[in-house]
């Protein structure tokens, strides 16, 4: 056993915790969990917090639970909410809750016994309760006085949206939970963000007005960027965790694009590095902050974690060919989906491969065909003053032919402007 809350608390993860709670784990192995909300068929990096909450409960010796709120999921959450979300079908949550738990497998160890991870879904034990039993046994608990006073609540109340009967309810619900999962599987903590606070505190009195019982507390920080934008989201929307939605890649630049004020917290929390290691880096870091040393420990960290090292080397590949000296083997090692994914956002221009086999001069094919640059004589220009390359070798001359055999894997040819600016030409 290590102590856990100190290991939230050195990595400044900690934000609120009941009285006693960290005494309690400190007496021997606790089974505590957190609660996911299928909104997606992916976590994103958002959920990173709380996955690395559990890990961190986990090999600290304690028992996790991971919830997944297949009843909850179709009632929404007020909290830090401004509008009622749309409500999903059964379909889609059930979908939902495929995806997250194959994500959620590769952070966390599930293995019977002892404190292996166990995962959980709420609509297991609401999809028989009827509404009469739930406000007797529940509902007759908890005063309309202490839900109205919860922060959340009194936000919505007070603006323009409302707030509906269905999500009122939902902290009753959300504190069911946690009286069925204390009841039923000893589960004597419940983790989460700090804007479940009054969730989870919800949830702690319900155990003891119902049945006398003791229950603890814990939240993490929610995480936000330096500049004050939030965490987690680019132009693009949502970093996510399923490499079909963001690409090993992009998630790895995301990590890489840090700021150093970001990196120094988001190294803390999101790897498992020891403090004696993160102090290192820093040094090193400070030494040298344009080797961005932080930022890749960083990125290649949890791209590895949630993805694998095959995926890591692919994203460095990738960085090596757009930014640095990558070869045209790697280019041509990556099926056309990956290359669409890498190009994704660089100016793309459509061309006749039946065109192409007769044979187009390079003047002609980014002038004309490509409309790459904006006539014929700025292409000339370009390409005599060396800035030009085609398929990472600069063209020498306006007249040089290009065919079908230029084609990457069969449909591609990459347009360079000088080192960084790229066009990318598709062939159908």
Not at 184 to 203: E, F, Y
């Amino acid at each position: 056993m290590t102590n856990f809350v100190e290991e939230l608390r050195w990595r400044g993860m900690l934000h609120d915790i009941m009285p006693n709670t960290e005494e309690k784990l400190n007496e021997g192995m606790t089974s505590g969990y957190i609660g996911f909300d299928p909104t997606a068929d992916s976590l994103h990096v958002g959920h990173l917090t709380q996955i690395m909450t559990l890990i961190h409960f986990q090999n600290a010796g304690h028992k996790p639970f991971a919830l997944v709120g297949g009843a909850t999921g179709m009632v929404g959450d007020p909290s830090g909410k401004s509008d009622e979300r749309n409500l999903q079908t059964e379909e889609m949550i059930e979908h939902n809750l495929k995806g997250m738990k194959r994500q959620l497998a590769k952070f966390l160890k599930f293995e019977e016994g002892g404190n292996g991870a166990v995962m959980v879904n709420n609509a297991d034990w609401f999809k028989d309760m009827n509404l009469f039993t739930f406000i007797r046994d529940v509902g007759k608990h908890i005063t309309v006085n202490y839900m109205m006073a919860k922060d959340s609540v009194k936000r919505r109340l007070e603006g323009d949206s409302g707030l509906s009967f269905t999500e009122f309810c939902y902290q009753l619900i959300q504190g069911y939970d946690f009286y069925y999962l204390w009841k039923n599987n000893n589960c004597l903590v419940q983790m989460g963000g700090s804007d479940q606070w009054g969730n989870i505190v919800t949830g702690t009195e319900l155990i003891r007005r119902k049945d006398g019982g003791t229950a603890y507390a814990i939240t993490t920080q929610l995480i936000k960027k330096a500049d004050g934008t939030k965490f987690g989201k680019t132009e693009k929307g949502a970093v996510w965790l399923d490499p079909e939605k963001t690409s090993p890649y992009k998630f790895y630049q995301f990590w890489l694009n840090a700021t150093d004020d970001d990196v120094k917290k988001w190294i803390r929390i999101f790897t498992l590095k020891t403090q004696a290691e993160i102090e290192a880096l820093e040094t090193e870091h400070n030494a040298a902050p344009h080797l961005r040393i932080l930022q890749k420990a960083l990125a290649e960290d949890i791209t590895i974690k949630t993805h694998s090292v095959e995926a890591l080397e692919t994203a460095i590949k990738t960085s090596e060919f757009l930014f640095g000296n990558g070869t045209l083997e790697f280019l041509k090692s990556l099926s056309a989906k990956q290359v669409l994914e890498m190009f994704e956002g660089i100016p793309q221009f459509k061309i006749a491969k039946s065109e192409l086999s007769a044979g187009i001069d390079a003047a002609t094919l980014l002038a004309e065909k490509a409309k790459v640059f904006a006539s014929k004589g700025e292409t000339k220009k370009l390409i005599q003053g060396g800035g030009v390359s085609v398929n990472k070798e600069k063209i020498a001359d306006a007249t040089q032919v290009f065919n079908s055999e230029n084609l990457i894997n069969d449909q591609f040819i990459v347009v360079q402007k000088g080192k960084k600016n790229y066009f990318l030409l598709i062939a159908e």
